[in-house]
């Protein structure tokens, strides 16, 4: 081969290392992941407990709690639908923001419902949800102990859940401030971590509900009567605020409060063929005067406590067969929940704007065979989520009283 042919074959075979070299590079080395986009979301952040774990999987103090690492953007994507299932809590700070917990989890949404971020993975079922604001709030856990639930706590709007006591009893849970909290008769002023019971008056059916420290409220039930209990010395000493004849005996008390001298009790009588009879009476000046604000009596279970089945009464009649959820938003307005297991749209509700002198039946009806779950912000902006055994929960809201209603998220299936 000449000197000219050497060197053309030469120049030939370096051309194609160099090419070999320049394809390999930007296949494997261009900085690049190949099983990314560059443009990955980030997950959403979750209160996950690594360390200082107890059997449960929440952590048993602050001091032994830590938290996944937040995700560089401050907004958090939405968890997918399909990780929330049944709804068994709902809890609201405002319009926008509030939080939802099921069997499993807890999730915090802050445009109104639109879209949830789950925020805690656990085993257990939330029995009831509490907010005092948007960053304080706490959850109770029904964890199979017959003493109690277990009581979690955020202080962060849920972006790190601790355990932080218990509560001793499955009553209406409610704090008043950061530390000091009621639930039924019990009392704690160390944010759950002990407990004190109140005394009570003989004869209570139902549970006691105390607005705070000094004022209380509870139903003693006699021979054909009721009367309904006041205390103003933290159970100390009760007097009767309101007594009545009644032919249905009381087999179920709720009673919720907007203020000292407020209360609102709803009276559970008789069931039968699907049917519950139950009554709501109302006081704003701690039980001096009283408003009959429902009386619904039913052909299947009997009159409503406090009233006489034949005998006419102008007092108003919710819709449905039997009590939903009674939610107080303040001293004027209160929304009332209807059932009807017997209906194909079982969910219903009432509202009262003037301390249940008038009640208006609201035309809405929607599906569900579980539970009702109502908050409110004021008397125009309403959540409703109305629960399912094998269907979805689903979450309506409205802007405007509930007149209307947008149905606003809809939850995944129970498994």
Known sequence: MSSIGK?????????????????SKSESGNGMNSSTDGNTTSQATTATIPTGTSSS?????????????????????????????????????????????????IARTDNGGKSWTKQLEHKYIVNQLFALNRNEAWAALDIGDSKGLQLLHTTNGGKKWITDGSVPNHDFLHFVTSKEAFSGSARTTDGGQTWTTLKVPDSIAGDAYFHDRNNG???????????????TDGGKTWRSAMSRATVSPVTGVVIRS???????????GDSG????????????????AWI?????????????????MDKPTKVPHNKGAGPGTLYVVNSQTAFMGGKCMACDLPNTMGKT?????????LPAEFAGYGEQYIAAADAKHIWWINSDNTESSIMYTSSDGGRNWNKTYTFAKPK
């Open 7 to 23: 060197y053309r074959f030469l120049l030939v075979a370096s051309l194609l290392v160099l090419l070999l070299v320049g394809c």
């Open 57 to 105: 999987g929440i952590a048993p103090s602050p001091s032994a709690t830590q938290t996944a690492s937040s995700p560089a953007s401050e907004a958090p994507p939405a968890t997918d639908q399909a990780s929330l299932g049944k709804v068994t809590a709902l809890r609201l700070a405002d319009f926008q923001s509030g939080w939802a917990g099921g069997e499993g989890w």
């Open 217 to 231: 409220w509870a139903v003693t039930q006699g021979t054909n009567k009721f009367n309904i209990m006041r205390t």
């Open 258 to 268: 907007a203020g000292n001298n407020d209360a609102w009790v709803e009276l559970i």
């Open 273 to 288: 063929m699907s049917q519950t009879s139950y009554s709501l009476f109302h006081t704003a000046d701690g039980g001096r």
């Open 292 to 308: 009959p604000v429902l009386a619904n009596n039913q052909a299947g279970s009997g009159p409503a406590p406090g009233y006489e």
């Open 353 to 361: 704007l003037d301390g249940g002198k008038t009640w208006v039946n």
